[in-house]
């Protein structure tokens, strides 16, 4: 790891104590130090925004960092942060269309897709299949019942709502 990216992490870290507004001037002084190229620095200023609550701020951030190029597992992060930042300017079907675009890249980020899946179709009342989602992520976590829960999963929109167009798990 390199030390900018050292130093932001440090920023993360100490986030609860800085506050807000300090995050994000912290996190904003340190992309002003990278060329303006770089996709790091909209992706953590997008970040900062975010963790604030400032999606609106946000979402261009997230979309400039992915134009330019952001790589590796920054690149999925920022698809699941942008996501989380749609459904809640109230855009959940274009969030889930982002999540499932990355999903077949996700590696050990597929939880946190999946989860933010679930959020996605909750929004949109599509309950069954967020519940579906969860479950189906959760299930490979289970000691014990892990096939007995992912195949129920999976019934909760396979067998109920088998006839209802668009409905998948």
């Given at each position: 790891?390199?030390?900018w990216?050292?130093?932001?992490?440090?920023?993360?870290d100490?986030?609860?104590?800085?506050?807000?507004?300090?995050?994000?001037?912290?996190?904003?002084?340190?992309?002003a130090?990278?060329?303006?190229?770089?996709?790091?620095?909209?992706?953590e200023?997008?970040?900062?925004r975010?963790?604030?609550?400032?999606?609106?701020?946000a979402?261009?951030?997230?979309?400039?960092?992915?134009?330019l190029?952001?790589?590796?597992?920054?690149?999925?992060?920022?698809?699941?942060?942008?996501?989380?930042?749609?459904?809640?300017?109230?855009?959940?079907?274009?969030?889930?269309?982002?999540?499932?675009?990355?999903?077949?890249?996700?590696?050990?980020?597929?939880?946190?897709?999946?989860?933010f899946?679930?959020l996605?179709?909750?929004?949109?009342?599509?309950?069954?299949?967020?519940?579906?989602?969860?479950?189906?992520a959760?299930?490979p976590?289970?000691?014990?019942?892990?096939?007995?829960?992912?195949?129920?999963a999976?019934?909760?929109?396979?067998?109920?709502?088998a006839?209802?167009?668009?409905?998948?798990?």
């Open positions: 790891m390199d030390d990216q050292a130093r932001v992490d440090a920023v993360w100490a986030a609860s104590e800085l506050g807000e507004q300090q995050v994000i001037e912290r996190i904003d002084a340190l992309a130090e990278l060329p303006a190229g770089d996709p790091r620095g909209p992706f200023t997008a970040g900062a975010d963790a604030a609550g400032l999606e609106a701020d979402e261009p951030r997230y979309r400039r960092a992915l134009g190029g952001l790589a590796g597992r920054a690149r999925v992060e920022a698809h699941v942060q942008l996501a989380s930042t749609l459904r809640n300017l109230g855009r959940p079907r274009e969030a889930l269309g982002l999540l499932d675009a990355i999903a077949p890249e996700a590696g050990d980020l597929a939880d946190p897709v999946a989860a899946r679930a996605a179709l909750a929004s949109l009342g599509e309950a069954d299949a967020a519940a579906s989602v969860a479950l189906v959760l299930a976590h289970l000691p014990q019942y892990r096939r007995a829960v992912d195949a129920y999976r019934d909760l929109v396979v067998a109920p709502q006839d209802t167009p668009g409905r998948t798990a």
